[in-house]
């Protein structure tokens, strides 16, 4: 072989492994679609097409009746709403706290802030499961059961969340731009809010989303919390369409399919932001 003939050999290598790539990530794809697709095909079955073998993909009598009895039988939309609210409440909060935190831990070289960083990160390998039964005990002393506050204190902070604020902080912002504005006569609060924050949009973004789904998925301390069923959030509601012996698979997969909507709408609406922030914040190589 020639040496001429090396660059469109080298050329073909890189279309087959292309080539096999994209096939990997096809199947990939599809595998993971799957069980949205049974899902949302599950919604509009009968019953009897519900238990036939091999599953159907698209019903053959589809019919809205689950739907309809979800919507009729239980409060979906109150716990759809409370799970709204909650997701919100916590997501602010996250934002807050890891910007103000991750700003001050990444660019004040303070006494004793290496320490309560490291404890801040130390606290991530922690499962919540592990203090959830202390931290009950104390909210139900407090008489919180039942309540946002009770339900909120167990997400009000993410350490993963300062953490990254203080990589993009410590990466991103030049201690240069921060020192000419107190040149200027610019005082910290102002600094933080006019400069560092429209900084810091893409990090925030990103964190949004991440707290956001934390606290829509979350079910362990919402079902310990909140035990009143006007209260419920949705994953704990979901949960009740599923007893020790039996699940009732039609309706709990037009619940589900309904509440997909919020969380894909959110999504979609802070997809940009969720790319473009995590690409920024030195976790991605």
């Given amino acids: 072989m ?3 003939d090396h660059p469109s050999s080298g050329v073909g290598q890189h279309r087959v492994v292309g080539l096999v790539i994209d096939t990997i990530l096809c199947v990939v794809s599809v595998m993971m679609l799957l069980p949205l697709v049974f899902l949302i095909s599950n ?12 599953p159907t993909i698209v019903p053959h009598q589809p019919t809205l009746e689950n739907i309809v009895s979800v919507l009729r039988e239980t409060p979906l939309f ?16 996250i934002v807050s706290t890891s910007a ?9 070289d303070l006494p004793g ?5 490291t404890v801040i990160i130390a606290t991530a390998v922690v499962p919540f499961e592990v203090y959830m039964i202390p931290l009950y005990l104390n909210v139900q002393s407090a008489g919180l059961l039942n309540t946002w506050p009770g339900l909120l204190v167990g997400y009000l902070v993410m350490s993963f969340g300062i953490f990254l604020i203080r ?16 040149v200027d006569g610019a005082g910290e609060g102002w600094i933080f809010l006019r400069i560092v924050l429209p900084l810091m949009r893409g990090p925030l973004g ?12 979350a079910f362990a301390w919402p079902l310990v919390v909140m035990t009143n069923k006007e209260t419920y959030t949705l994953e704990v509601g979901l949960a009740l369409f599923q007893t020790g012996f039996t699940v009732d698979i039609g309706h709990l997969s037009a619940a589900a399919a309904l509440a997909l909507v919020p969380s894909a709408l959110f999504f979609s609406l802070m997809r940009r932001n969720f790319v473009r922030g995590v690409a920024a914040s030195g976790l991605k190589e």
């Fill in 113 to 117: 802030f290496t320490v309560i960083f």
């Fill in 43 to 54: 919604a509009f079955k009968t019953p009897p097409e519900l238990l036939a073998w091999p």
């Fill in 167 to 182: 990589q993009y902080v410590m990466t991103s912002i030049p201690d240069e731009l921060l020192e000419a504005a107190r």
């Fill in 2 to 4: 020639s040496e001429s």
């Fill in 78 to 93: 109150r716990w759809i709403g409370n799970s709204l609210i909650f997701a919100t409440l916590s997501t602010a909060s």
């Fill in 206 to 217: 990103a964190l949004a989303v991440l707290a956001f789904f934390q606290a829509w998925t």
């Fill in 100 to 108: 103000i935190a991750g700003y001050v831990l990444g660019k004040f």
